[in-house]
């Protein structure tokens, strides 16, 4: 028996390593015998929350999830850079595999309140066990809630659940049935179990009242003055370009831009995740802590307040309307790819009204690392926010942003003007009368 046993590991049809695991399901790891071995000592060291319910996984690299996952269930994720709380799902679509053989098996996902990472994996299998190889998903991908489409904006994998997507999943309930469509209308659909749903549901939701609790209320921005109109682009960039910063956390890079000259600046809310601290870049390349005051659960907006040691920033000056105007020539500033202080320039090409907020429509070109960079006017006010841009094949120049007044909004903050009080700019801007920022403000 152990000549065979020992001819057939030899050939490969028997692995050492899968005849352990495979009786590990047997082994008793509360025993004096076994408790202490390497196989059993992941068994006991299982960890939890606060709560005492949530288990914590460790991982550095969402594709490589650890090896017992409790799919379907909130878990808290620590990594060497920050803790949160995310569901991972698995669409297990492939065979078992014995001999040689290449062949996709299905998708892995991993949900957080505000992000969607999903990655392809192929199976690859020999004479031994199979391995596991995972794919980035190229371009963007469709989230398909109760039937209705969905466009997730992203890259490598990373996609981002902006609030029109909470908040679909947030209306559909228990009822909901969420499936993703990778690589367009002709490719694979991944379904999500009902178990993941109703634990991304809950994650959402509990984010939701985390953010409100966050958030604070009636922070007073003081607007800077506009600088004379110019049918040139030089001198207002000259004058902006310093109030645009990179912010970056231990998951990347994207812009930010000062609002008032104590140090508040606005930038995406899926910029900053989860941290409360990030780290700010200005154009000259000086570098400051700034800390996470305010975020929307509403709309994908984020207050930070730059801790300046005294140094007074160059704000920039918003045009607090309620809609710009279609058409109107617009200037943006990021940080594309890493690419600091990057100069890009178009229309606003539509105004969408989503639930109440504004939001811009712009032919400018924008990529990753652009996101809560400023769309300014001619005048160097800001009109609104960077969010996320249309990706696909024969797509082109169809970005989005949100209106600064709704960004404002938003996050309970006011404003004053050099000439105007909170008061009076909120009857005129209620009334739509705000159409010239320039004679406002100036």
């Given at each position: 028996?152990?000549?065979?046993?020992?001819?057939?590991?030899?050939?490969?049809?028997?692995?050492?390593?899968?005849?352990?695991?495979?009786?590990?399901?047997?082994?008793?790891?509360?025993?004096?015998?076994?408790?202490?071995?390497?196989?059993?000592?992941?068994?006991?060291?299982?960890?939890?929350?606060?709560?005492?319910v949530?288990?914590?996984?460790?991982v550095?690299?969402?594709?490589?999830?650890?090896?017992?996952?409790?799919?379907?269930?909130?878990?808290?994720?620590?990594?060497?850079?920050?803790?949160?709380?995310?569901?991972?799902?698995q669409?297990?679509?492939?065979?078992s595999?014995?001999?040689?053989?290449?062949?996709?098996?299905?998708?892995?996902?991993r949900?957080?309140?505000?992000?969607?990472?999903?990655?392809?994996?192929?199976?690859?299998?020999?004479?031994?066990?199979?391995?596991k190889?995972?794919?980035?998903?190229?371009?963007?991908?469709?989230?398909?809630?109760?039937?209705?489409?969905?466009?997730?904006?992203?890259?490598?994998?990373?996609?981002?659940?902006?609030?029109?997507?909470?908040?679909?999943?947030?209306?559909?309930?228990?009822?909901?049935?969420?499936?993703?469509?990778?690589?367009?209308?002709?490719?694979?659909?991944?379904?999500?179990?009902?178990?993941?749903?109703?634990?991304?549901?809950?994650?959402?939701?509990?984010?939701?009242?985390?953010d409100e609790?966050?958030?604070?209320?009636?922070?007073?921005?003081?607007?800077?003055?506009?600088?004379?109109?110019?049918?040139?682009?030089g001198?207002?960039?000259?004058?902006?370009?310093?109030?645009?910063?990179?912010?970056?956390t231990?998951r990347?890079k994207?812009?930010?831009?000062?609002?008032?000259?104590?140090?508040?600046?606005?930038?995406?809310?899926?910029?900053?995740?989860?941290?409360?601290?990030?780290?700010i870049?200005l154009?000259?390349?000086?570098?400051?802590?700034?800390?996470?005051?305010?975020?929307?659960?509403?709309?994908?907006?984020?207050?930070l307040?730059?801790?300046?040691?005294?140094k007074?920033?160059?704000?920039?000056?918003?045009?607090?309307?309620?809609?710009?105007?279609?058409?109107?020539?617009?200037?943006?500033?990021?940080?594309?790819?890493?690419?600091?202080?990057?100069?890009t320039?178009?229309i606003?090409?539509?105004?969408?009204?989503?639930?109440g907020?504004?939001m811009?429509?712009i032919d400018?070109?924008?990529?990753p690392?652009?996101?809560?960079g400023?769309?300014?006017n001619?005048?160097?006010?800001?009109?609104?926010?960077?969010?996320?841009?249309?990706?696909?094949?024969?797509i082109?120049?169809?970005?989005?942003?949100?209106?600064?007044?709704?960004?404002?909004e938003?996050?309970?903050a006011?404003?004053?003007?050099?000439?105007?009080s909170?008061?009076?700019?909120?009857?005129?801007?209620?009334?739509?009368e705000?159409?010239?920022?320039?004679?406002?403000?100036?």
């Amino acid at each position: 028996m152990k000549k065979t046993i020992s001819a057939l590991i030899a050939l490969g049809i028997i692995s050492p390593i899968n005849f352990i695991n495979t009786q590990a399901v047997e082994i008793n790891c509360k025993s004096a015998v076994h408790k202490k071995k390497e196989y059993c000592k992941e068994k006991n060291e299982t960890k939890y929350s606060e709560d005492g319910v949530t288990p914590i996984i460790e991982v550095n690299d969402w594709k490589n999830p650890p090896k017992k996952i409790p799919w379907s269930t909130i878990v808290e994720v620590q990594s060497p850079f920050e803790s949160y709380k995310a569901v991972w799902d698995q669409d297990y679509k492939g065979i078992s595999c014995f001999i040689s053989c290449d062949f996709y098996e299905g998708f892995v996902s991993r949900w957080t309140s505000d992000q969607l990472a999903i990655s392809q994996f192929r199976s690859s299998c020999a004479l031994g066990p199979c391995r596991k190889n995972y794919y980035d998903i190229s371009g963007g991908v469709d989230l398909l809630i109760n039937g209705e489409t969905y466009y997730l904006s992203g890259q490598n994998g990373l996609f981002v659940l902006n609030a029109k997507v909470r908040r679909a999943i947030i209306s559909s309930g228990d009822n909901a049935k969420l499936s993703i469509r990778v690589g367009g209308s002709n490719s694979a659909i991944y379904n999500i179990g009902e178990e993941t749903t109703a634990a991304v549901l809950k994650l959402i939701l509990e984010s939701k009242m985390e953010d409100e609790a966050f958030s604070r209320k009636g922070v007073q921005v003081n607007l800077s003055k506009a600088i004379s109109s110019s049918d040139k682009v030089g001198p207002v960039i000259k004058r902006v370009l310093p109030g645009v910063v990179q912010v970056e956390t231990p998951r990347g890079k994207g812009t930010g831009f000062v609002i008032d000259n104590s140090g508040l600046a606005l930038t995406n809310r899926h910029v900053v995740g989860k941290f409360k601290t990030v780290k700010i870049k200005l154009n000259n390349s000086e570098e400051f802590t700034a800390e996470v005051i305010g975020r929307t659960s509403d709309l994908d907006v984020a207050l930070l307040s730059i801790k300046t040691d005294n140094k007074v920033l160059n704000s920039l000056p918003l045009c607090i309307k309620k809609s710009p105007t279609v058409g109107e020539d617009i200037i943006v500033i990021g940080n594309p790819l890493g690419l600091q202080s990057t100069i890009t320039r178009g229309i606003v090409s539509a105004i969408r009204n989503d639930e109440g907020s504004t939001m811009l429509q712009i032919d400018a070109s924008v990529n990753p690392g652009n996101s809560g960079g400023p769309i300014i006017n001619y005048n160097g006010e800001v009109l609104g926010i960077v969010t996320s841009k249309r990706v696909g094949m024969g797509i082109e120049g169809i970005g989005f942003g949100i209106g600064i007044t709704s960004a404002i909004e938003s996050l309970g903050a006011k404003v004053n003007t050099p000439n105007i009080s909170y008061e009076e700019v909120e009857k005129l801007v209620d009334q739509g009368e705000m159409t010239n920022c320039q004679n406002l403000i100036s």
